[in-house]
């Protein structure tokens, strides 16, 4: 049996040109920006739709349900938060209602700059709203495609990152689940 026990991870703090970000419209949900959490320079990036509550309401640091999942399975399989890097689509927690669709493409463009600077092996995508945002292709469904992999579903050209005509970074593998 493993003496698994969540912590919550370190937090890599947001860029400090991004801290006040208002082109989605998120900071009005008077949520703080998340940039990411685990290792930074980690080999595995886990890309999920977006950060979950890390302290309850009077401010004291909790491990959310999904972070406990995330763990968990991460120990399961020998992986610790040395090995992982989680990030989000989305870098601030939504509250209410908002422009769905809108929100994930501005919201993009941070991912773009995170994945520019990271470079991770592997990329995994956790859940449709992380596939659908990372392939651009609001039809994706991870039910729909598990198994069903070709070589441009599993690996991701990361040449759109690179803006100056520089070389493109080594080509991460996808998946998703």
């Avoid at 995508?125 to 392939?135: E, L, P, R, W």
Wanted: a negative charge; glycine letters at 8%.
């Amino acid at each position: 049996m493993s003496d698994y026990c969540p912590v919550l991870w370190p937090e890599e703090p947001t860029p400090d040109h991004l801290n006040n970000c208002s082109d989605c419209g998120l900071d009005k949900h008077g949520s703080r920006m998340v940039w990411g959490e685990g290792n930074p320079n980690a080999p595995i990036m886990i890309l999920l739709d977006n950060p979950g509550a890390r302290e309850d309401r009077e401010g004291n640091p909790f491990v959310c349900g999904t972070r406990q999942t995330l763990q968990k399975a991460a120990d399961h399989v020998g992986l610790t938060m040395e090995d992982l890097y989680v990030t989000w689509i989305l870098k601030r927690k939504p509250i209410r209602a908002y422009d769905k669709e809108h929100v994930r493409q501005i919201c993009m463009n941070h991912l773009g700059q995170l994945l520019k600077v990271k470079q991770p092996k592997l990329i995994i995508c956790m859940g449709n709203v992380a596939v659908q945002s990372f392939f651009n292709d609001k039809d994706a469904e991870v039910k729909g495609a598990k198994g069903q992999g070709s070589s441009n579903q599993w690996f991701f050209d990361c040449s759109w990152l690179s803006s100056t005509g520089s070389a493109a970074p080594p080509e991460p593998l996808v998946c998703f689940c």
